[in-house]
């Protein structure tokens, strides 16, 4: 195996990895299953539907969207446009942190 082919392998095992550990739950193939891992799953399977010649940048960024977004829940903060926007920055910040690293500890440049 090339070692561009195995550093993304390592990226997306480390991404499903994180994303195992989402307590929140959903059926999928008879079985509850981590629900931000099926997504991400599913974000990968359609964008191999529509783009099968997709960069590997895109397929990286499409795997760890919502990377472990239960940790930061909508329900702590308040239920208003600024709140939700509030929100969605923590997200966004959070989920860019969070694959940044798991990306350079796998091999990929800032």
């Known amino acids: 195996m090339n070692t561009d082919?195995?550093?993304?392998?390592?990226?997306?095992?480390?991404?499903?990895?994180?994303?195992a550990e989402d307590p929140n739950g959903e059926i999928a193939d008879g079985r509850v299953q981590p629900k931000e891992l099926l997504?991400?799953?599913?974000l990968s399977a359609m964008l191999a539907r529509f783009a099968p010649d997709s960069t590997e940048s895109l397929r990286?960024?499409?795997?760890c969207q919502h990377i472990q977004r239960w940790k930061i829940p909508?329900?702590?903060?308040p239920k208003t446009?600024?709140?939700?926007?509030?929100?969605r920055s923590q997200l966004?910040?959070?989920?860019?942190?969070t694959s940044a690293?798991?990306?350079r500890e796998v091999g990929y440049d800032a």
């Open 92 to 97: 966004q910040k959070f989920h860019a942190e």
């Open 74 to 77: 909508r329900s702590d903060y």
């Open 101 to 103: 690293r798991i990306l």
């Open 5 to 19: 082919q195995h550093r993304f392998d390592q990226a997306v095992a480390r991404f499903d990895a994180a994303n």
């Open 39 to 42: 997504y991400a799953q599913r």
């Open 81 to 87: 446009p600024a709140g939700y926007k509030q929100w």
């Open 60 to 63: 990286l960024a499409v795997r």
